[in-house]
């Protein structure tokens, strides 16, 4: 058996679609990103949706439209994808990290205060794998503080706190699409905003700063005449071609969260008596989108000394999943310990020591709506006889 992580999961009525806007002849946002965004608004239940290239580019605009600059900061959780403090560097704006929570992986929110100065302007909390952050005592502090929230929601995907979606509780969200996100359209991004002044500036800035878009003007009476250009923007629109696919998978959404769900659950309940696992956190208040499934490898209590061997340990056991065709990784990375931030910053891995600990003893199994009954057997029986040195 091979077992991958995770599967692109494409359709008959994706296939279907995706020849409609190449048949049409118009292939960038058009009528297919507007049928995606539309969708997207009644899934998630936000106000407005704006499609674009990729969740790093997504942010990017909204920092960017937002007037995120050079002596600003921006805090951002220290275990998560390296491009949610690199969108605070592109604008020359400082990336301020603060440690997670080792049983949510989700940014420690007793740690936020500490690090706020006269210069930070906003926060990035991430909804890592699919877990939403505690958003009320989060926004609590931003209130305070007068900061901007800006939700990574990049794994968010059907994640709720209070039953509520994520990506309405900050000034903006911004989801990912790529081919490891619950949905793909190769690469694209959506994101969301509940701020409509917000929203049009956002619409602007995706398509070069442009007062109306090309559609827009093909359908006016004088097309030839182009646009006025009300502020810098950027060319970060989605293709028709991925709007199409996008369009199609929001129809099965519900199926696609549920299908994930029924997954983890499966996992939960086999996997719940196994000392040297931790499993994903829950909680009534949540409901999580479980992007990925991603346990703590602790075959005893992890400490400074013996991070190195517990790691050494967590990999020999990715090892044996290896052999039996299972697909593992680490859950992400301790982007404090990336080369470019531990150089810029003069940072060393214990300074964040939970993310530290999550980056080297994490491990996510593989989840994908069409991972079979039997293929999950195979994958939930390795691993509980699996003998773990303690
Ligand atoms: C995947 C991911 C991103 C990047 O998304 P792209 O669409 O590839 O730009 C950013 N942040 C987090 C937390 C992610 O998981």
């Not at 058996?1 to 994706?14: L, N, Y």
């Not at 009528?31 to 997504?58: D, L, Q, R």
């Not at 005592?137 to 929230?149: M, P, T, W």
């Not at 470019?340 to 300074?351: A, H, L, N, T, V």
């Amino acid at each position: 058996m091979k077992i991958p992580i995770a599967k692109t999961e494409f359709q008959k009525e994706d296939f279907e679609n995706i020849l409609k806007p190449l048949k049409s002849g118009w292939v960038v946002q058009g009528p297919y990103v507007k049928e995606f965004e539309y969708k997207w608004c009644n899934y998630t239940g936000a106000k407005n949706s704006i499609a674009v290239t990729s969740c790093t580019t997504g942010l990017h605009l909204v920092l960017s439209a937002l007037g995120i600059k050079a002596g600003d900061e921006v805090i951002v959780p220290s275990f998560t994808w390296i491009a949610t403090a690199n969108v605070v560097e592109y604008l020359g704006a400082k990336p301020v990290f603060c440690d997670i929570t080792p049983d949510t992986f989700n940014i420690d929110i007793n740690k936020i205060e500490k690090l706020i100065t006269k210069k930070t302007k906003a926060i990035i909390p991430v909804h890592l794998f699919g877990l939403s952050v505690n958003m009320d005592e989060l926004n609590k502090i931003a209130v305070e503080n007068n900061l901007f929230v800006l939700e990574d929601a990049a794994c968010g995907f059907g994640a709720r706190f209070n039953n509520i979606h994520v990506g309405n509780f900050g000034i903006a969200g911004c989801f990912s699409f790529h081919p490891r996100k619950a949905i793909t359209t190769g690469e694209g991004g959506m994101i969301t905003t509940n701020d409509s002044e917000l929203s049009e500036k956002l619409r602007s800035m995706r398509d070069h700063g442009a007062a109306i878009t090309d559609l827009q003007r093909h359908m006016q009476n004088k097309p030839y005449l182009l646009p006025e250009f009300p502020y810098l923007g950027y060319n970060y629109r989605m293709t028709d071609i991925q709007g199409a696919i996008g369009s199609t998978q929001m129809d099965r959404a519900d199926e696609i969260h549920k299908k994930r769900n029924k997954i983890a659950r499966h996992y939960i309940d086999e996997l719940e008596n196994i000392e040297w696992l931790n499993l994903p956190f829950s909680n009534e208040k949540y409901v999580h989108g479980f992007q990925s499934f991603v346990c703590l490898f602790q075959n005893k209590k992890i400490t400074t000394e013996n991070i190195g061997e517990v790691n050494k340990k967590r990999n020999e056991f990715m090892d044996y999943l290896f052999e039996k065709g299972i697909s593992t990784r680490p859950g992400t990375h301790a982007v404090h310990n990336l080369q470019y931030y531990m150089e810029k910053y003069k940072i060393s891995p214990q300074d964040y020591p939970e993310s530290y600990i999550a980056d080297k003893c994490s491990v996510a199994f593989p989840i994908f709506p069409s991972l079979s009954e039997a293929e999950l057997e195979y994958i939930i029986n390795s691993i509980k006889n699996y003998k773990c040195a303690v």
